[in-house]
């Protein structure tokens, strides 16, 4: 049994660890002694730079967006861009292969708050108060012209400004 434990205090004298102390500031030759068996640490423990960044982020605000589109369906691509700092106005633009599409099938739109227009140039909604939530629904062809779809767009605005909504379907 006390060879386990020379054994033990040489592999750690010939690994360089000079004696421990223990918390009576005894040293190891008397922890040996009374049969208390002492174990050298190598690695500390600190808190990662993940975990800090963890509670720096749980503690800053969360800032809305100004413009967030909610859903699109059976839609490739939705983007809302500000053009200008002036009223309260959205452009909506249908594209197809770079082209845009002016007269959609069963076209609906549908704002919390303001006035839709569909007019045979322009699509959009204007004068809406904020936050304002619009809905766009409408129905199109695939590229090869064999099915029809029902597209859905569903958007979100904070900020005043012009936007454009374009959707590529």
Same mark, same amino acid.
């Given at each position: 049994?006390?060879?386990? &434990?020379? !054994?033990? %205090?040489?592999? +750690?004298?010939? =690994?360089?660890?000079?004696?421990? $102390? ?8 008397? =922890? ?5 068996? #002492?174990?050298? /640490?190598?690695?500390? !423990?600190?808190?990662?730079? $993940? ?24 839609? /490739?691509?939705?983007? +809302? $861009? ?5 009223? @309260?106005?959205?452009?909506? #633009? ?5 082209? *845009? ?15 839709? $227009?569909?007019?045979? @140039? %322009? /699509?959009?909604?204007?004068? &809406?108060?904020? *936050? %304002?939530?619009? &809905? ?11 099915? #029809? &779809? ?5 958007? #979100?605005? @904070? ?5 454009? !909504?374009?959707?590529?379907?």
């Amino acid at each position: 049994m006390s060879f386990i &434990y020379i !054994l033990s %205090f040489l592999l +750690l004298a010939g =690994a360089g660890a000079g004696p421990a $102390t223990i918390n009576n500031n005894l040293n190891a030759h008397a =922890a040996l002694d009374s049969g208390l068996s #002492v174990q050298a /640490q190598d690695t500390l !423990l600190h808190a990662s730079k $993940t975990e800090k960044k963890k509670k720096k982020k749980s503690a800053k605000k969360v800032e809305t967006k100004s413009s967030k589109v909610l859903l699109k369906r059976n839609v /490739q691509r939705v983007m +809302l $861009t500000k053009k200008g700092e002036e009223g @309260n106005h959205v452009e909506v #633009v249908v594209m197809d292969g770079g082209m *845009p599409v002016r007269n959609l099938e069963d076209l609906q739109m549908i704002g919390s708050s303001g006035s839709s $227009t569909a007019l045979s @140039n %322009f /699509q959009g909604f204007d004068n &809406y108060s904020l *936050p %304002f939530e619009g &809905y766009i629904k409408y129905r199109s062809v695939n590229k090869m012209g064999s099915v #029809v &779809y029902d597209r859905e767009v569903r958007f #979100v605005m @904070n900020e005043p400004g012009k936007w454009v !909504l374009r959707i590529d379907q």
